[in-house]
C-alpha cells in the first residue's frame, strides 16, 4: 500500500499511526532517507490493502472505522483531501484494511507459474521482501532467491531441487507468508516472536531450484523441441512423468555438486533419464551452477534443503561437519518428530558440498512419507512438522 507524506510525519509517526514496526517501514522504502522526509512523497506501507469504499447514506468516519477495523487516523491519512464532516454520498474513500490472513493459497498443484504469482502478491504486500534471480532454468526461467531480515548472520533453506518433490515448494511459501503476517502484526508463532529473529538473522530462500522439472511433473512436456521429445524418449514414451526427478536435460540435480561426485558417477546412471545420473561433470547444470555460484556470493552460517520423503534429517558428511551441527539437529528432531541420520552412503549433494567446503551445519531434510510426488491430502501435516524447522533456523 502507498501513501502520500502529510506536513509533520516521520518514519516513527508513520509507524505509530500503521500499528507496523518503524523498521519494517524503514526496509519497505530503502531509497528513502528518513531525515528527509518531503511532502508529497510516495512510501510504502506493508501489511496493508486499499479497499474502495462507496460513502452511503448515515455513513462516517466513525462508523467506517468500526465496519473496517481501521483506526480513523490511518482513514484520514489516505483521505487528506476528504472533510470528515462533509462525507458526500456516492463518493469514493479509500480504507486501508490490515491484513490478518495468508494472502496466497499454497494447497495445490504448485508449478512455477503459481510460485511467480504468489512472490508478486507477497511482494506488493510486504515491500520490505528483496527478491533477486540468482540464475536461470535450461528453459529459461528465473531462479529467484527471497531475503527477509537485516541480521548479519544468514541461513538458507532450499526446495524442488527434485522435480516430483514440488510440494516442498508450496510448504516453504506458505511458511513465508506466515512469517511476513507475524512480522506486521507483531503476534507470535508457536509462542515466539518473530521481530527480534528479524533483527538478528537474515533469511535467503530459493523456493523452487528445478522450475523446468516441476512443471513437467505437473504440466507435462513442454512445447520446445528438442525437450519434448528428449524427455517423452529419456520416460520411454510415457506422459505421466510422476517419476522424473531431474531437470529438463536429465540430470539429477543433487547429485551435481563436486563433494565425493566421482562415487556417485561410477555408480549411478550413466545416461540422462528421469533420476539419478550426475551428468558429465559436476555443476554442468545452469541451475545448479546457480545455487552453487550463490551460495559462494552469500556467507551462509548454514543451509537446510527441503526434499520428500522418509520424514529423516541428513546432517553428516565423511565427518566434516562442526561441532554445533548435532545441536542443531537435535534441535531439529525434537521440534518436527524427524529421525536425525548423521551418515548415509549418498554424495554429491548440496548440503554435501556445502558442509565440505565451509565446515559449516548442512542438512537435507526429508518431509512426509510415501511415494513421490506425495499427496496434498498430507500437506497440513507436512506444514505443522517442517514449520518447527523453519522456526528453529532462526532462532537456533
Not at 528513502?32 to 511532502?39: D, F
Not at 510460485?115 to 529467484?144: K, M
Not at 525437450?227 to 529438463?248: C, D, H, P
Not at 511415494?371 to 524447522?389: H, K, R, T
Request: hydrophobic share 35%.
Amino acid at each position: 500500500m502507498n501513501i502520500l507524506v502529510q506536513p509533520g510525519q516521520t518514519l516513527w509517526s508513520i509507524s505509530q499511526t500503521f500499528g507496523i514496526p518503524l523498521n519494517l517501514i524503514a526496509d519497505s522504502n530503502p531509497n528513502v532517507i528518513p531525515t528527509q522526509l518531503q511532502v508529497g512523497q510516495n512510501l510504502r506501507i506493508p501489511g496493508y490493502r486499499v479497499l474502495a469504499h462507496r460513502i452511503q447514506p448515515g455513513d462516517t468516519f466513525w462508523s467506517i472505522s468500526n465496519r473496517y477495523q481501521t483506526p480513523m487516523d490511518v482513514i484520514r491519512l489516505m483521505n487528506p483531501w476528504t472533510i470528515p464532516t462533509q462525507l458526500m454520498i456516492g463518493s469514493t474513500l479509500y480504507v486501508p484494511v490490515r491484513l490478518t490472513e495468508r494472502i496466497v493459497q499454497t494447497r495445490k498443484a504448485y508449478d512455477y507459474s503459481s510460485l511467480q504469482q504468489d512472490l508478486q502478491r507477497l511482494r506488493q504486500a510486504y515491500p520490505f521482501i528483496r527478491q533477486e534471480s540468482i540464475g536461470q532454468s535450461v528453459l529459461g526461467s528465473s531462479i529467484d532467491e527471497i531475503q527477509i531480515g537485516r541480521g548479519a548472520q544468514m541461513v538458507h533453506a532450499n526446495s524442488s531441487f527434485h522435480a516430483n518433490e514440488w510440494i516442498t515448494t508450496p510448504i516453504m511459501i506458505q511458511f513465508l507468508n506466515d512469517y511476513l503476517l507475524t512480522l506486521t502484526n507483531q503476534t507470535p508463532i508457536r509462542g515466539l516472536s518473530m521481530n527480534p529473529f528479524y533483527t538478528r538473522r537474515t533469511l535467503s530462500l530459493v523456493p523452487m531450484v528445478n522450475p523446468d522439472g516441476v512443471n513437467l511433473v505437473l504440466n507435462g512436456p513442454p512445447n520446445i523441441e528438442p525437450y519434448r521429445s528428449q524427455v517423452i524418449e529419456m520416460n520411454q514414451g510415457n506422459l505421466t512423468f510422476n517419476n522424473w526427478k531431474a531437470n529438463i536435460r536429465g540430470v539429477d540435480l543433487n547429485n551435481q555438486f563436486p563433494a565425493g561426485w566421482e562415487i556417485e558417477k561410477e555408480r549411478k546412471e550413466q545416461s540422462p533419464g528421469p533420476r539419478d545420473y550426475p551428468g558429465e561433470a559436476p555443476l554442468t547444470e545452469p541451475e545448479s551452477i546457480a545455487m552453487a555460484e550463490l551460495t559462494n556470493r552469500r556467507n551462509f552460517s548454514r543451509v537446510n534443503a527441503f526434499h520428500t520423503q522418509g520424514e529423516v534429517i541428513y546432517w553428516g558428511f565423511r565427518n566434516q561437519e562442526p561441532p554445533e551441527a548435532a545441536a542443531i539437529v537435535k534441535e531439529y528432531a525434537r521440534v518436527s518428530g524427524y529421525k536425525p541420520v548423521q551418515t548415509v552412503d549418498s554424495y554429491a549433494g548440496y548440503k554435501d558440498w556445502f558442509i565440505q567446503e565451509w565446515n559449516r551445519p548442512g542438512y537435507t531434510v526429508e518431509l512426509g512419507t510415501g511415494v513421490n510426488p506425495l499427496p496434498l491430502s498430507q500437506f497440513d501435516e507436512i506444514y505443522e512438522e517442517s514449520l518447527g524447522i523453519f522456526l528453529a533456523n532462526l532462532y537456533m
